[in-house]
């Protein structure tokens, strides 16, 4: 929604009142028709109301913006929610007492350069699709595809101006975003369509949690003794790690990948040592847990043979 004494934009990707939604599939080479600028005579109205779901690239974009360190972004600007359709912890953007979007004034929006992705999207928005829900083959591509969302305040669409949804995407720069979005999208949209088969723990929530919202922390954790005695992280991943915030978040997506969704990961090897002091663990309670049953089982026979005595004993 609305640029500072210029342009367009605004919405959610995760959040829509689906009965705005135009029933029409679009492709990256479909007309839209539609411009947003200050003239428009609801400029700004888009942004209220709304639900504002934030990735993990908005959060950094947002707050090297407003030069914060991500715990004061999130506690000032943002509330916990789990994303749609999911037991996926993420963070929406607070409304004001007026439900209006903090970063919004009457000249448009003041952080639109950095201007989270669902605000670019708007009013365009974008799905995946499977083929077979049934078959749910978790690892055959879905397809991605777009839709319009026209509401009635929104008067952008009663503008001349017609371009393809691929200009719209590259004008909005939302191509740059998808680009960063892409990894964790995947794992939530994984966890959306294959369902709650298996419950997340709530460690694991915590998990998803923290490296999706606090890059600070994740780094903190990335260099914590446990962390290092069980990754193998080269010097090289290592000084990345440090200094580059971009990097870590693509770090942190394919963390969340292999420990919490179980996907294999190259670029994350575990230690070997570490590896077999599992496997040394795992024996170790099978046999404590064999040696227990044993045990368990002789105190069981013993028990019997005392009642069996008592019995023949009375009998005489
Ligand atoms: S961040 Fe807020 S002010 Fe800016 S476009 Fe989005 S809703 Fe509007
Ligand atoms: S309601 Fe539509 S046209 Fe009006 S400011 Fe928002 S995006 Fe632009």
Known sequence: MSKQESAPEQSTLFSRN???IMPHKL?????????CHPGVSCFTACCGNINIVLTPYDILRLRRALNLPASEF????????????????????????????????????????????????????????RESPEKKDESAPAEEFYFLVKEEHCKGHEEEQVQTIREWRADQGIDESD?????????VMRRKSFGHQATLSEQAKRIFFLASTDLDKFRELVFSDS???????????QKKLREDDVELMLFSFRFLAATIFGIR????????????????????????????????????????????????????
């Open 227 to 237: 962390f290092l005695s069980s990754y193998e992280l080269d010097e090289e991943t």
């Open 27 to 35: 492709d990256l080479d479909s007309k839209l028709k539609f411009r």
């Open 74 to 129: 999130l506690l000032r600007f943002t509330t916990p929610v789990y994303l749609e359709k999911t037991d996926l912890p993420g963070v929406r953007i607070n409304l004001d007492e007026e439900g209006r979007c903090p970063f919004v004034t009457e000249q448009g929006c003041t952080i639109y350069e950095h201007r989270p992705t669902t605000c670019r999207y708007y009013p365009v928005g974008m799905s995946y699709f």
């Open 179 to 187: 680009v960063m979005n892409k990894e964790w999208m995947e794992l």
């Open 18 to 20: 689906p009965s705005n």
């Open 265 to 316: 990961e190259s670029s994350l090897k575990v230690r070997e040592e570490r590896l077999k002091q599992k496997m040394e663990q795992i024996k170790k309670d099978r046999a404590g847990a064999e040696k227990r049953a044993e045990e368990t089982y002789r105190e069981l026979l013993k028990d019997h043979e005392e009642l069996k005595k008592q019995l023949e004993s009375k009998k005489k």
